[in-house]
């Protein structure tokens, strides 16, 4: 009877945590990055946390005083570039219910040499 007893809880337990590795293996998380391509020019690239681009899926660019000043889609390359704005502003990169992601104003710098090599910040 102990051995059924065990055998069962080893059962139960292993396939809680197939459950929860499961469960983690398919969470695809929104990932925004955002750079100056010059003075007056933003471009911002939205994927998911394992590399998945995002194509059509909708960025948002959000003044502080919470006016939306522009709802944009991403590119096939999964980008979206914009004028940057004269207030200070967020940019909000949503994939779904309660997947979000926010790069505020002040992250938003001239890229590396090294990050210019990638092909989604060439003009």
């Known amino acids: 009877m102990k051995c059924l007893e065990s055998a069962t809880a080893i059962l139960r337990w292993s396939c809680a945590v197939a459950a929860v590795l499961c469960t983690g293996a398919q969470a695809h998380e929104p990932v925004a990055r955002c750079f100056l391509l010059n003075e007056s020019t933003v471009r911002c690239?939205?994927?998911?946390?394992?590399?998945?681009?995002m194509p059509g899926?909708?960025?948002?660019?959000?003044?502080?005083d919470g006016r939306t000043l522009l709802q944009g889609t991403l590119?096939?390359?999964s980008t979206l570039?914009?004028?940057?704005?004269?207030?200070?502003f967020y940019v909000l990169f949503e994939i779904g219910p309660g997947l979000q992601t926010i790069v505020e104003?002040?992250?938003i710098r001239?890229?590396?040499?090294?990050?210019?090599k990638a092909p989604w910040l060439r003009p």
């Open 45 to 53: 690239r939205g994927v998911t946390n394992d590399g998945d681009e």
């Open 57 to 64: 899926a909708r960025m948002d660019v959000i003044a502080h």
């Open 75 to 77: 590119s096939p390359q």
């Open 81 to 88: 570039s914009f004028a940057r704005p004269a207030q200070a």
């Open 105 to 107: 104003q002040e992250e």
């Open 110 to 116: 001239v890229p590396t040499a090294r990050q210019r």
